[in-house]
């Protein structure tokens, strides 16, 4: 007897068998809903509402939700079972998708793509559970308890000749027989092998889970997903405790090579960082540190190695050398990571000192390497690291950006957070100005696209010339100090911070030199294949920009190549993604292999070629103005 | 050009070219010579003598060897280079042979074969030392150090895709750049890839070493092996420290569940006395920690589980089922060995509780899996372990024999070891004794084969009858005390510890249930598969009965199948050289896991199969005389 079943606001219908739960029907309709006990009806998150229609409840579990919920009609999705055709209501907070903000292109504001995490990958988890149950052992029939555990694997799951190390054979006898024979295994492939990282008495139906983390420079993301159903099912987010010993990668290899110690220090704070993390998410989700059998990390190359504890003295020293690029599948116990310590590690591959493993996770994930369509990724952070290319070919460059579009090296520069200006609109005839910040909050300062949208709009109302130089203007907003030029964007009564908030000459051209490398990278990978820029076919932006990017003021300051706005994507953090990704598909991790070794990579210091690019480059939009058709420019400048 | 090489006192002549050494030349005489420091010149141990022809001598080296070494003519073989036909002298201690009774039989009476290592096998060392150079990196060829040194083991030794661990990798952008890009990569297999363990600056010519370990419940010898030569090339033996908490298997399975921490206290043990072996032979050979990247050991099936941290506990309970009969290949640290703390040891693999990994050693290095004649493999020690089989199946079962061959509850028993009486000879008529002590020192005791030949001397004579009870016999050395009856072999005057030597009733009891289960065992097997006695091609005894052991007693005994005496063998202690062996060829140790899956186990303890044998197995020889027609009886008895 089948049942329909629709869930609003949605309005999807599916069509399931009576007596599977509301739970098991949201996720045939592929609608995500929050669940980390593995439906036992303990965690209390899948709450829904039936509107209409005959269910089965299993009153015992009612009262893991609040008495007001209860009141308001809300029951446990897992615990409720279709009777009849229902309308079922999922509340916002017991939906997966943490993308609320969806597609939407008006004035060439580009938010950030909501792609699904397989994103045509198949699901077969790189960390599985498996259920045994097997025969006693008797006089007739003695093989060690090990080759009776491997000839179930094989008979039941088809995994063959696992590897088991000490540890896990140690407590094997008793695990076995406190389980009567019935067992729950965790494996989790090694990247050559299965290995067996736990193995617990009795059937244990909880999921299993895996961890993602974006190791970025500055911010360390950390992703809970179930393994099971391929989904991220919390996320949490710190800044990277390293930062004390240093701003920026060069800061903390020269801590590595100045310090005693100093690699140790770094590894400890990284992994303290990212074991914080774990703690927070494990808490709140009722997990234990022995449920996370497998963890994917994905970082640029300098950050990899300080996980890692390689020193990175090379990566900084011509000819820039990492110790590896491929690093070794380590155990959560080797770096003393808040996961089983049987449990994998993985670290992304990658390209080389300056491309790391967080661009390879991210052109993973972005399919470059699987379409025929040119497609350009940009991801800009301290350094500006640019792919290019298709299914066929991938070429790669980095270049020394500066910190500018993450706020650095600008007076009121500020991360994407709470009272960040983002947007900037100029009165082109009385200069007065209106912004947008993070959340509406007061203003604390300029975030990335805040301050593009800030140069755009200051040249194109000509408070400023090509060169980013301040021209005379009559504006109560200008103001000249003994060594800089200031525009003053909020006045200090309207200010979060107390004080005026402005973006000065100097500012502007620290963001010019910044912009400029990144397109004279661009250029650079072109020329070098001796490519036209209207040959690409898409060009994704990955990164720090916040949820939103003024693609066309980011065009009009010679930041990004001039290409109809149809062709951008905007892809979020396409690290921890990626990360996602590789956790729950061993088709997709051994692709990002691929990737690591198909790359190219070009290096900008040989030749003049960037050089040459990169003086080009350093005026608004470009010195050779035929590369910017669309952008008009100021009549007076 | 070439000259002709005559080796003396061996008489093999050999053909080599101008130039190359003599220890070249001995090697390819196959006769081997010791030598630790890789023809460094610098051991000293390869002292040979040239007695006629002209050769060219590296003068430098000569004060390695003492002055009246030097004025007795000697010379270092590794600097001494062929220049004419020449004659050379190899001393005995320059030798590696250290079995220097060959094979002789006379009466019976049988010496260790002598048997070459390999044995057949390939020369494919399981560990290996690979001389690399490479390219620096630069500019425009950037690849990590990690690919830079995997690409070039590809190139250079065929060598694809080898793991690489953290511990190594954090050393190796220094180790590479101080050895100016020239390394020295030692690599093992590690049963499924193989595996750097050690990467030295500059290009080191020193042999790769191994380690082979024969653990023994008793006793355990260590074996150092140059894995290039594939030869042993020193070896020591000391007790097992783990008897001062139970002298036998049983009793330290008892200490580990009865004491809290037992079971760590016993694998320290046995690490220590592993660890003392090996400082030993480093020490004397120059050698450091650091030079062992590989090891076997070989062991009963309770002793590895010991060894590696196991808990026997399910070995001793029915149904007899140990945690693993296939161990894993661990790292040094992990058990605190004292070799390269990332070298691999390997521990061999067992059939079951009973019948370990010495036997499948024994097994493997006897090739009794590799022919098409029947082959009866025994090894008597407490346990009586019997394996059955060719080329087609194997066939085993364990008897517990007790201690009583290794001296064990026999009131003068005693070890193989200097003074132990190791032959008997009694007169018909007077009953006086005439006793043969190993190293002819003064008698101490009676080790296994003099226990043999002195029950069949005894009941030869008259002494005993077929169960073992003392008839009256009118001599002057045969005493009755309370509660025994005892022949006295070594009046106090003449032995070595003040004290009549003697053999008791009981002690011949004793001896004769031992080898009654030993003998039952043999038939169990026999009747399991429905063969008759004669059908067994050959007979190979293993084990603790020193170098020598009476084969015409023990048929007469009835411990050993009344066959002809040539097809018996006497092999020694195989588990060491199974150990070996599976140190220096790939192709062995694939084939020892081959032979730990093809060998079936046959549980004595069910059915009556067993019992009804030994019940006819404790007479002399046994109940059915038929088993036995060479074994003529005494008239009277």
Not at 188 to 199: L, P, S, T
Not at 244 to 253: A, E, F, P, Q
Not at 296 to 312: E, I, K
């Amino acid at each position: 007897m089948k049942y329909t079943v629709t869930f609003i606001p949605d309005q999807i219908t599916t069509e399931v068998e009576a007596g599977k739960s509301l739970l098991h029907a949201a996720n045939s309709a592929g609608i995500g809903i929050k669940s980390s006990c593995g439906s036992e009806g303990t965690c209390g998150r899948c709450k829904v509402k039936v509107i209409q229609g005959k269910y089965l409840y299993n009153e015992k579990f009612s009262s893991i939700l609040p008495q007001k919920h209860r009141k308001a009609g809300f029951i446990l999705a897992c615990k409720a079972y279709v009777e009849d055709n229902l309308t079922v209501e999922i509340p916002l907070e017991s939906r997966l998708d943490e993308h609320q903000v969806l597609l939407e292109d008006k004035q060439g504001i580009l938010a950030e793509k909501n792609i699904p995490i397989l994103n045509g990958y198949t699901l077969d988890p790189l960390c599985k559970k498996i259920q045994l149950t097997m025969d006693a052992p008797n006089l007739t029939e003695i093989i060690s308890d090990a080759s009776r555990l491997e000839a179930e694997l094989s008979k039941q799951a088809d995994i063959k000749k696992p590897v088991i190390g000490l540890p896990l054979l140690s407590q094997l006898a008793e695990t076995l027989r406190k389980g009567d024979w019935q067992v729950t295994v965790t494996i989790a492939y090694n990247g050559r092998d299965y290995e067996i990282v736990r193995v617990e008495p009795g059937h244990d139906i909880k999921p299993c889970y895996g961890i993602a983390v974006d190791i970025g420079t500055t911010t360390v993301v950390a992703s809970l997903v179930d393994m099971e159903r391929g989904l991220s099912i919390d996320k949490l987010g710190t800044y990277n405790r390293q930062a004390k010993l240093g701003d920026d990668v060069v800061s903390r290899m020269i801590h590595c090579s100045s310090e005693q110690n100093g690699l140790e220090e770094l590894q400890h704070l990284v992994i303290q960082t990212i074991n914080d993390l774990i703690s927070k998410l494990l808490a709140r989700n009722n997990l234990s540190h022995n449920d996370i059998g497998i963890m994917v990390t994905s970082s640029n190359t300098t950050m990899t190695h300080l996980f890692l504890g390689l020193h990175p003295k090379y990566i900084r020293l011509e000819p820039y050398v990492p110790t590896a690029t491929f690093t070794p599948v380590v155990k959560g116990k080797e770096l003393g990571l808040n996961i089983h310590p049987e449990g994998l590690v993985y670290s992304f591959p990658a390209v080389a000192s300056y491309v790391g493993g967080d661009i390879v996770s991210g052109v993973l994930f972005t399919n470059i390497s699987k379409k025929e369509e040119l497609t350009l990724f940009i991801d800009i952070g301290t350094n500006g690291e640019i792919v290019l290319g298709n299914q066929d070919w991938l070429i790669s460059c980095a270049c020394s950006a500066g910190p500018a579009f993450e706020g650095g090296g600008i007076t009121y520069g500020t991360r994407a957070m709470k009272g960040a200006i983002e947007r900037v609109e100029i009165d082109k005839d009385t200069f007065e100005v209106k912004v947008s910040t993070i959340d509406s909050a007061k203003a604390t300062g300029i975030c990335g696209s805040g301050l593009i949208d800030c140069i755009a709009k200051m040249h194109q109302v000509g408070i400023i010339d090509r060169t980013g130089a301040f021209q005379d203007t009559e504006s109560r907003r200008v103001q000249i100090t003994h060594d800089d030029k200031l525009f003053i964007l909020v006045w200090k009564e309207e200010s979060g911070i107390g004080k005026d908030i402005y973006i000065s000459e100097n500012d502007i051209k620290n963001l010019i030199r910044s912009k400029g490398a990144v397109f004279a990278g661009i250029q650079s990978l072109l020329k070098t294949l001796q490519l036209e820029i209207e040959l690409i076919d898409k060009i994704l932006i990955a990164g720090g920009f916040g949820n939103y990017l003024n693609i066309s003021d980011a065009i009009r300051i010679g930041l990004l190549p001039d290409l109809p706005i149809e062709k951008y994507e905007f892809v979020g953090n396409t690290s921890l993604k990626g990360a996602e990704l590789a956790l729950i598909s061993k088709e997709a991790w051994n692709h990002a292999e691929i990737i690591g070794k198909m790359m190219t990579y070009l290096e900008l210091s040989v030749g003049n070629l960037f050089m040459d690019e990169f003086m080009q480059a350093i005026f608004l939009p470009h010195t050779d103005l035929k590369l910017f058709p669309s952008v008009e420019l100021h009549a007076n400048l």
